[in-house]
């Protein structure tokens, strides 16, 4: 997973001081705190991530290991993620994984690191804010994109996966039939694969034993 640029957060530049950031922090969670928001699902959300970014920012400690890891990111050229996670920015995510995942060479693919990856980014904490969010529509565009970006796992891969899913996406009989389909592809492909492999075995066997019989 990318970092978080918790100088964007707080609307600071890197430079900022300390009494600057407490001063951004202090600005921005009267603004997006649940008690000044009538409890809103995004603005909770945004209102975690600033004090988050403001925690960071101002341990010393946490702070020089966050800028060790901000230089990091930069230096190799990797992105910054989403400042928050939202039905909306977890479904772009699960979209962008699932056009990746669509390229990739299903002979060679390394399925328990893909599988890693899915269940970091559908970790625990985000089936929380799902379920938070709540927004039905949303949750089955995510679902849709999650079960075609999981088509080259195995069976028991995508169980695993589908189980992790449940804890943030509840099971109505629309969103367990797609469910139940995606595993049972699942299990056709490594049917297919098992014996996709053991048929060229078969059919060399039986003819090797049509030319020995042949010669006899």
């Not at 640029?5 to 202090?26: G, N, Q, T, V």
């Not at 341990?59 to 930069?74: G, S, T, V």
């Amino acid at each position: 997973m990318g970092l978080k640029d918790y100088f964007a957060i707080l609307e600071l530049a890197p430079s900022a001081s300390y009494m600057e950031i407490k001063k951004a922090y202090r600005k921005l969670a009267l603004q997006y705190h649940p008690d000044k928001t009538d409890n809103d699902p995004y603005a909770a959300a945004r209102f975690e991530v600033i004090k988050e970014a403001y925690e960071v920012l101002t341990d010393p400690a946490k702070k020089e290991y966050y800028l060790q890891q901000r230089w990091y990111n930069q230096s190799i050229g990797r992105r910054k993620t989403e400042e928050m996670v939202t039905p909306v920015s977890l479904l772009k995510q699960s979209i962008e994984l699932d056009r990746y995942v669509s390229r990739l060479d299903s002979f060679r693919m390394d399925r328990e690191g893909l599988l890693e990856y899915m269940l970091d980014l559908y970790n625990d904490d985000t089936m929380e804010k799902l379920k938070m969010f709540n927004e039905p529509e949303t949750n089955k565009a995510i679902l849709r994109a999650v079960l075609s970006a999981s088509k080259l796992l195995q069976a028991p891969q995508a169980h695993r996966l589908l189980e992790q899913l449940k804890k943030g996406i509840p099971g109505d009989p629309e969103m367990k039939q797609l469910m139940t389909l995606s595993l049972r592809r699942n299990r056709q492909t490594d049917r297919q694969e098992k014996w996709g492999f053991l048929l060229p075995l078969i059919l060399t066997l039986l003819i090797c034993l049509l030319m020995y019989l042949s010669v006899g």
